[in-house]
């Protein structure tokens, strides 16, 4: 019990003058009891006598039971603190290295620097689409920018209806199912009801709504089909973007064409 008081009453010293008094007994108690001294001072008992006669009041069994082990639930009152303040400094922990207490449930983190701790964000926020540079088949490379780490994500967002998505999509999924081991693949038709997250990330790239949009690794986009490349030269140009942003696993054979490393270099 000395230990819980001490962290309480030396928080509450701070803005009080009357607990300073026992803020002082609780750290000598404390010092004593990790010497392995007997606690001289009447703290423990004080304490004791108050918990014990407020609980009188309430209930006359409860306060025998307390008084008579109370020493047994001083140690575990001081176990369960301990075990709070690991969690808690656990909590900062995450909150500091990925942005949020709780990653197996961000929802779940009481505190969120933003103040609203439902608040989706895009995943890409920080990449500049405005400030990209034309680079090989029709795409955008924001050179400020470098691929999402871990398997680099992957988008085609479209709609049912337009015949440029219908015709990109087939060659898009044939591509990127060569890489399915190596990238997150996601293919969002925006005229059905979709998650807020990928509708951010549509909007992030495609400002005025245009479509096809196609987003690789967050550091490559383009807004439109590749219909001038022609279906062969279509291929080949998502291959070599597949191929730069995966560094060219040894399962894609096509990423060790000569045409396809040419392609490559040019990105």
């Given at each position: ?36 001294r007997p ?174 949009l196609l ?13 001038s490349l ?38």
């Amino acid at each position: 019990m000395c230990l819980v008081a001490l962290v309480v009453l030396a928080v509450l010293s701070i803005f009080s003058a009357r607990y300073r008094r026992w803020a002082r007994e609780a750290f000598d108690c404390v010092g004593r009891r990790i010497t392995l001294r007997p606690c001289i001072s009447s703290f423990n008992e004080n304490v004791r006598a108050i918990i014990t006669s407020s609980l009188m009041k309430r209930h006359m069994g409860l306060a025998r039971f307390t008084h008579r082990h109370f020493e047994a639930i001083s140690l575990i009152f001081t176990a369960v603190m301990f075990l709070s303040m690991a969690y808690s400094v656990y909590g900062f922990y995450n909150l500091a290295m990925v942005g949020t207490c709780d990653p197996a449930d961000p929802d779940n983190c009481i505190f969120n620097p933003d103040g609203d701790p439902n608040r989706v964000v895009c995943v890409f926020e920080d990449y500049e689409p405005e400030k990209a540079v034309p680079t090989i088949g029709g795409f955008m490379d924001i050179e400020s920018a470098t691929v999402n780490g871990g398997k680099p994500m992957v988008y085609f967002f479209g709609t049912t209806w337009c015949p440029h998505c219908g015709w990109e999509k087939p060659i898009f999924e044939e591509v990127m199912n060569k890489f399915n081991n190596t990238i997150d693949i996601t293919i969002v038709e925006i005229d059905v009801e979709q998650p807020e997250e990928d509708m951010l990330i549509f909007n992030h790239y495609s400002t005025d709504g245009y479509i096809p949009l196609l987003v690789l690794g967050g550091k490559y986009y383009r807004i439109g089909a590749g219909e001038s490349l022609g279906e062969d030269g279509e291929r080949q140009v998502l291959t070599a973007f597949l191929c730069k942003i995966t560094r060219s696993p040894n399962s894609v054979a096509e990423c060790g064409q000569p045409e396809i490393v040419e392609l490559i270099g040019k990105i």
